[in-house]
T-cell receptor, first 114, second 114 residues
């Protein structure tokens, strides 16, 4: 257990529905990251927060995706109008400014879109 | 475009031997390179980081080398054990003011046979 938690661990939804995932990072970490991982691939960067500011967004993050970190603590990732291609593992990670971007990953949320 | 390749999808070795995994990259100048371990259904776990000005780093049975001229990193596990069986991911980072985006390879699945 790295100290990063994600909820839910699994989500099955129908195409067109909206889903929201939550990530609770290690409490003293001010950086939080979202990645997506499909089978046989490495994690792909989606977005990154430093405190409550969203500093980077990948072009993978279409307008159906939105992420927030309202108080600089937990974060949510919402996917609107889900598509079958959104099926993947969504990973959250956190890190501290005092380390060289050593990232601590949560267990992930596995999304299945039917 | 940036490309990161890990030498093989799978590597099978006998217990006690040294496992050597390769990570090559193109069209990128990373400030550092990281190696992670990932077990099935779980998030990646940080193992080692090596900076662009470092040639070699060691941690217990692990050794990483980094050659920025060849654009290559080698990851060695000495005296391998069945418990070392997992997927190993390399990741490149830019550092500086852009601490967010790690670019991951697809990973190499290592199997250590007793």
């Amino acid at each position: 257990d790295t100290g990063v938690s994600q909820d839910p661990r699994h989500k099955i939804t129908k195409r067109g529905q909206n889903v929201t995932f939550r990530c609770d990072p290690i409490s003293e970490h001010n950086r939080l990251y979202w990645y997506r991982q499909t089978l046989g691939q490495g994690p792909e960067f989606l977005t990154y927060f430093q405190n409550e500011a969203q500093l980077e967004k990948s072009r993978l993050l279409s307008d159906r995706f939105s992420a927030e970190r309202p108080k600089g603590s937990f974060s949510t990732l919402e996917i609107q109008r889900t598509e079958q291609g959104d099926s993947a593992m969504y990973l959250c990670a956190s890190s501290s400014v005092w380390t060289d971007n050593e990232q601590f990953f949560g267990p992930g949320t596995r999304l299945t879109v039917l | 475009s940036q490309k990161i390749e890990q030498n093989s999808e799978a590597l099978n070795i006998q217990e006690g031997k040294t496992a050597t995994l390769t990570c090559n990259y193109t069209n990128y100048s990373p400030a550092y390179l990281q190696w992670y371990r990932q077990d099935p259904g779980r998030g990646p776990v940080f193992l080692l980081l090596i900076r662009e000005n470092e040639k070699e780093k060691r941690k217990e049975r692990l050794k990483v080398t980094f050659d920025t001229t060849l654009k290559q990193s080698l990851f060695h596990i000495t005296a391998s054990q069945p418990a070392d069986s997992a997927t190993y991911l390399c990741a490149l980072g830019r550092g500086g003011g852009s601490q967010g985006n790690l670019i991951f390879g697809k990973g190499t699945k290592l199997s250590v046979k007793p």
